[in-house]
């Protein structure tokens, strides 16, 4: 990350709220990352560095939650960037009273390849919400990530609210959910506080993943844990269950990745796997399926994956004619 650690660092530094500790996790990198980190503790105090064996992010973030001494926590990413404000409206949110988590908006830069672009990701208007309304941080893209939220430092220590460092994808959102069952509510803050880059095309974001099942698999059982936990009525685990069923769909996709070798047989018999799993069956059974196409749900709900991909061959050819004449 040496190409980026500085204009992480400098965004953080430039904060408007300057009563912070600067913890950076130096996670066994082999470029001049460490040494980088080592030049700004030398100029700032208030700046302290952690080296350590390379364990992944969720043993990084760990690290940091045990050396992290101030009143409250927030986690920021060493190739994004964040707002000048970025500190002091979430701590202003905070500060205000309540069992709550501040969430504010996020800005994804794409700059991948020939790819540039930007999706603003915030809530209208200022509103706390019941903790039982914490799906809507889904809906909005929000849920899982770290950086647009400030964490009560005494709850984590005292709850021992840690990342599972078995897990590296989806592990954001099991710390926001397990984080989420000790407060009361939610707080949006509708204004863009931090800038999430996508400029790695080799990135955990944008790699093809083998395991995309099972953590998803992961994270669907974790909402209907937390649903069931607080008694959230019966509508919201249809609409999550509706929103998930795409999730699942771009899970079918992703086997198809270019970047995957395995054969077409292989292929086919990992989907089907796919479409009989308990949550698969459980997700398309719970969610609303009155907008999608009945005939294409008649053949999901075969849970036979080889009728599917068939039926989508046939459709391709025939839309492929249809374009000939």
């Known amino acids: 990350m040496e190409n980026y650690i500085n204009r992480c660092i400098d965004s953080i530094l430039a904060q408007t709220f300057s009563d912070f500790e600067l913890i950076l996790i130096d996670d066994g990198s082999t470029d001049k990352s460490g040494e980088i980190c080592d030049d700004y503790a030398l100029g700032d105090s208030r700046v302290k560095v952690a080296h350590i064996k390379n364990g992944g992010v969720s043993k990084a973030r760990n690290t940091g939650i045990t050396l992290a001494k101030g009143d409250y926590m927030m986690f920021c990413d060493s190739d994004d960037f964040v707002e000048r404000n970025w500190c002091s409206l979430l701590y202003e949110a905070i500060k205000e009273g309540g069992n709550t988590l501040p969430v504010s908006g996020i800005k994804f830069i794409y700059n991948i390849r020939e790819q540039n672009k930007e999706i603003i990701k915030v809530f209208p208007k200022k509103m706390t919400l ?193 374009m000939r004449k």
């Open 130 to 322: 019941d903790k039982c309304k914490y799906f809507e941080t889904y809906k909005k893209g929000l849920s899982g990530s770290l950086c647009c939220k400030i964490y009560d430092t005494n709850i984590i220590h005292e709850q021992s609210i840690y990342f599972d460092v078995s897990v590296n994808r989806g592990e954001d959102l099991l710390f926001n959910l397990s984080y989420m069952s000790h407060m009361d509510s939610f707080t949006t803050v509708p204004i863009i506080t931090y800038n999430y880059v996508h400029s790695n095309q080799y990135s955990l974001m944008n790699s093809y993943r083998k395991d995309l099942i099972e953590i998803n698999v992961l994270v669907y059982n974790a909402w209907l844990d937390y649903f069931k936990k607080h008694n959230i009525y019966s509508k919201q685990i249809e609409e999550f269950a509706t929103y998930y069923y795409l999730n699942f769909l771009n899970v079918v996709k992703n086997t198809f990745d270019k970047r995957n070798k395995d054969i077409l047989i292989k292929k086919l018999i990992f989907n089907n796997h796919i479409l009989n799993s308990k949550e698969f069956k459980e997700c398309i059974d719970l969610a609303d399926m009155s907008k999608e196409d009945s005939r294409y749900i008649k053949l999901l709900k075969t849970n036979n994956y080889y009728l599917v991909w068939f039926a989508e061959q046939v459709i391709k050819v025939k839309n492929l004619l249809r």
